[in-house]
């Protein structure tokens, strides 16, 4: 049977919250208790490893975020550095001002499930908090490993309403719905939806916003099947293009299958915009410089690090910070999608 923070606050002799603060170093307790807690913890094998440097250090200093998944947004290590650079370094500066190191736990080659990381960050060192950035579909087991975990988290966009833990989310349901009202508002009368991975929680509140928009005015809509590639957006744009009402504008997943889209348009010997507009989602450095430039959404990556370190450092400090925190994106209008002339 695994050994809980009850069995531990028992063995001390102490509350379940006193053992819950000693353990987590959130709220005061007196260094003689907390050194009595961390002992009972270490009797019962409670996570051991992690514990006993805990008990050998004065203060434990590491965040950890924990990142696994990708699902097409990042493509090379420059775009891992544009994508995630803006996020990685404003939550590393904000709590490295409050007297803390940042460490990144990736998911490697030999790791089948990220479970298995999670296990690796409990066995190599004692983290204060853990940051949850996980971008491929959840599963029951990565809960319930997490749900075991007795350190302070923060999830940047992941649902985690199981756990009860602060939440801070990209409004992407609202970047969608305002992406597919800047084509309305065009005069573009046949929008689609270029959709994303299946299952994955961010495609979902893409096709919400796309559909939440085309309702209000009141439009038909129009998806296919997609991806977060290249690749496949060439091949669902084909798709669109075979239909008799072809659509005169695509809100696309992302710009990558925004992209593939385009070459799919002019191999058909149309033009963007003047035949198809098109508008992407993540703004990657390539968007600005193709022919049409690509309008696009623009994730808050600098806030969203900077509302992420505020919340882990308050759960630190024993505060309860907001449980969700939802952050705007940046509709970008280029070339792509310029309105429609009004014809007399």
Not at 9 to 24: D, E, F, H, I, Y
Not at 28 to 55: C, F, G, N
Not at 100 to 124: C, T
Request: hydrophobic share 40%; proline share 6%.
């Amino acid at each position: 049977m695994r050994v809980t923070l009850s069995d531990v606050a028992k063995q001390a002799g102490v509350g379940l919250s006193t053992a819950s603060r000693a353990l987590n170093r959130s709220g005061y307790v007196s260094e003689q208790l907390r050194k009595r807690v961390l002992q009972a913890a270490i009797a019962l094998d409670y996570y051991p490893d992690m514990l006993a440097q805990q008990l050998a250090s004065d203060r434990r200093r590491t965040i950890t975020l924990f990142e696994v998944g990708n699902y097409g947004n990042v493509q090379s290590s420059q775009d891992l550095e544009w994508f995630f650079g803006p996020l990685h370094k404003a939550l590393g500066r904000d709590i490295a001002e409050a007297g803390y190191e940042l460490n990144i736990a990736l998911q490697r080659s030999d790791e089948g499930h990220p479970a298995q990381v999670l296990a690796r960050i409990r066995r190599s060192h004692g983290s204060a908090a853990i940051v949850l950035f996980i971008r491929s579909p959840l599963d029951a087991r990565l809960v319930d490993e997490l749900a075991q975990i007795d350190v302070p988290m923060v999830s940047i966009n992941c649902p985690l309403e199981r756990l009860g833990i602060p939440a801070i989310n990209s409004d992407i349901r609202g970047a969608a719905l305002k992406a597919t009202q800047h084509l309305i508002d065009g005069g573009y009368s046949r929008i689609a939806h270029m959709q994303g991975p299946a299952h994955l929680p961010a495609t979902e509140l893409r096709i919400i916003g796309y559909e939440e928009a085309m309702a209000a005015a009141k439009m038909t809509p129009m998806m296919v099947e997609g991806d977060f590639d290249p690749d496949t957006g060439y091949s669902a744009m084909h798709k669109l293009l075979d239909v008799e009402q072809k659509p005169n504008a695509v809100f696309c997943a992302n710009d990558s299958a925004a992209i593939g889209a385009s070459r799919a348009i002019q191999e058909r010997g149309l033009s963007v915009p003047d035949d198809i507009a098109l508008v992407g989602f993540d703004d990657i450095p390539v968007s600005r410089f193709l022919f049409p430039s690509l309008s696009t959404v623009r994730q808050p990556q600098q806030r969203m690090g900077e509302a992420t370190a505020r919340a882990i450092l308050d759960c630190l400090a024993g505060q309860t910070p907001p449980k969700e925190l939802l952050i705007p994106c940046e509709l970008i209008v280029r070339e792509s999608s310029v309105p429609r002339p009004i014809l007399s």
